[in-house]
Structure formats: structure tokens, C-alpha cells
């Protein structure tokens, strides 16, 4: 008898915490623009993470042509969602291909290597990569929250 208890409270609990899965998430807008040294930083990976483990939910988002960033929270929610409230750590990071192809030059690649050695370069300072070191925070707070972001190369 007390077997069967104990397996339904368990039961009950699963489907409890499946219920309150990532699509109920109480988020927050956030939007910003990235610019380093004064000038727009397209397709660049911002990221979100919380200062303190447990009191926030990492997030994500992708600069455009504008340098203009929308976060959407790693853990569930729909595209540009944001953010729960909390204290976080942000990270910048960039990368570009430092090698072009044509078409046949991209064949040959294939052909000889198996696979496309495109040279990539990050194009962000090492220290803004690191949401822990990178001196970059924000503070998410309830409504629509805008975190412009100013990097500098040196």
C-alpha cells in the first residue's frame, strides 16, 4: 500500500513539473544594439547568462544588418521572448571566414580535404567572449528592458 503511494505521488509530481515546462516561463523583452568602436556589429552572438546560478534563465539572440539584437530564453519560450527578471553576465562573439571559395574552388576543397577549411577569425576582443570576465551586465527587469552595448577594440 504505501509503495503504491509513494508511486503515485511521484506520478503526480512528474506531471506536475512536466506542466510547468519551458513554454510557461515568465520572461521578460529584451532588446539592445551592439556597436564596437561606434560602428554596428552584424551577425554577431549575444548571450545572456545568469550572475548567480538558478536565479535567471540563460538567453540568446543574433545582431542584425542594424547591429539590433532580441534575446529568447535558452530554456523554452518563443523566438525573442527575452529573459527572466535577474542580474546577468553578457558575452559578444563573432567569428568571420577568412577564406572565400568559388563554387569549383569549393568542390576541389571538398574533394581533396573531405571538408571546407574556411580560416575563421574572431572578430570581437577575447575578453568580451566570456560572459564571466567580459564586464558586460545587465539587470532584467519587469517590461520591455533595452541593453545597448558599446565594445571597444582596445
Request: contains cysteine; proline residues 2%; charged residues 20%.
Amino acid at each position: 500500500m504505501q509503495k503504491t503511494t509513494l508511486l503515485s505521488m511521484f506520478i503526480s509530481a512528474f506531471l506536475f513539473l512536466a506542466g510547468c515546462g519551458g513554454n510557461h516561463l515568465s520572461t521578460e523583452y529584451v532588446e539592445g544594439v551592439v556597436t564596437l568602436d561606434g560602428h554596428v556589429l552584424a551577425d554577431a552572438t549575444i548571450s545572456f547568462s545568469p550572475v548567480v546560478e538558478g536565479q535567471g534563465i540563460s538567453a540568446v539572440g543574433k545582431t542584425d544588418a542594424t547591429g539590433k539584437y532580441v534575446l529568447t530564453a535558452i530554456q523554452g519560450g518563443k523566438d525573442g521572448a527575452g529573459t527572466t527578471v535577474g542580474k546577468y553576465n553578457i558575452s559578444v562573439f563573432k567569428e568571420e571566414a577568412t577564406k572565400h571559395y568559388t563554387d569549383e574552388q569549393l568542390k576541389e576543397e571538398v574533394a581533396k580535404r573531405g571538408f571546407v577549411d574556411w580560416g575563421y577569425k574572431v572578430v570581437v576582443p577575447a575578453r568580451y567572449t566570456n560572459p564571466a570576465s567580459s564586464g558586460l551586465t545587465a539587470d532584467v527587469v519587469k517590461g520591455k528592458n533595452s541593453v545597448n552595448l558599446d565594445l571597444k577594440s582596445k
